[in-house]
């Protein structure tokens, strides 16, 4: 793209903040150009931010019922999915999703729980529940 064609649409996403964005120059070299967003952008962001906090919710449902453990309830809370988690955490997919389950997940260990603690951004406290709405 060149420089003079980055969108300057601006949106409630960066909330009149700017970020860079890499153009072709008029010499034809890359460089970052500042962009106030695009409509596309916030239309796709919102659309995945909804779907996050659909499935945080059905999680915090399937854990209210005993069905799941918290910790797929917070991973979706923070935005994040079980690919991320586990390049975040460290941990496997398949340990994860085994970590989902609830009587796996209430013989964790301290150790353990305060990396997703960490990765999650909350305290180990709050992994541990899920506050009914």
């Not at 009149?16 to 120059?25: E, F, L, N, S």
């Not at 919102?46 to 910790?71: D, I, T, W």
């Not at 941990?91 to 353990?112: C, E, G, M, S, Y």
Request: charged share 30%; net charge positive.
């Amino acid at each position: 793209m060149r420089d003079e064609h980055v969108p300057q649409q601006a949106g409630r996403v960066l909330a009149g903040h700017r970020k860079a964005i890499y153009a072709q120059g008029e010499d034809g070299r890359l460089r970052a150009v500042a962009s106030a967003g695009w409509e596309a952008e916030e239309i796709v962001n919102a659309l995945a931010v909804n779907e996050l906090e659909r499935l945080a919710e059905e999680a915090r449902a399937r854990a209210l019922a005993g069905l799941a453990s918290p910790l797929e309830f917070h991973m979706y809370r923070a935005r994040m999915d079980l690919d991320l988690l586990a390049q975040t955490s460290g941990f496997w997919r398949w340990r994860i999703r085994r970590h989902f389950r609830p009587a796996v997940f209430a013989r964790l260990k301290d150790a353990t729980l305060a990396r997703y603690a960490e990765v999650l951004g909350c305290r180990v406290e709050d992994l541990r529940s899920v506050e009914p709405r």
